[in-house]
């Protein structure tokens, strides 16, 4: 079993910074793609951030220039670092990781989802 441990939201002030971390754990042999998306109360799940195994980044536009995205892959954590908040930045962040777990079958393919940590940006 794979699973996602986040860490790192909280309460900050508009134009402030905040750092959020995700581990996967578990029999991994490998991660791909990681990321980070965030979902307002009534709105679809929406992608943040995403970064391949070889480095490779994508964003949102609205957070382009703000956000950056980055991953340890021996550690199997991914990270975020979020600069110039603003409040409309303000929802729960969910990690986001596609795996090759190794189990007693073999390798398998899985797509993980952490539990969410909420970021809170006061104006």
């Known amino acids: 079993q794979v699973q996602l441990v986040e860490s790192g939201g909280g309460l900050v002030q508009a134009g402030g910074s905040l750092n959020l971390s995700c581990a996967a754990s578990?029999?991994?042999?490998?991660?791909?793609?990681m990321g980070w998306y965030r979902q307002a109360p009534g709105k679809q799940r929406e992608v943040v951030a995403q970064?391949?195994?070889?480095?490779?980044?994508n964003y949102a536009d609205s957070v382009k220039g703000r956000f950056t995205i980055s991953r340890d892959n021996a550690k199997n954590t991914v990270y975020l670092e979020m600069n110039s908040l603003k409040s409309e930045d303000t929802t729960v962040y969910y990690c986001?990781?596609?795996?090759?777990?190794?189990?007693?079958?073999?390798?398998?393919?899985?797509?993980?989802w952490g539990q969410g940590t909420l970021v809170t940006v006061s104006s």
């Open positions: 970064i391949t195994s070889g480095g490779r980044t």
């Open positions: 986001y990781a596609q795996v090759i777990a190794s189990t007693s079958l073999g390798n398998r393919y899985l797509e993980v």
């Open positions: 578990g029999s991994i042999f490998r991660s791909n793609t």
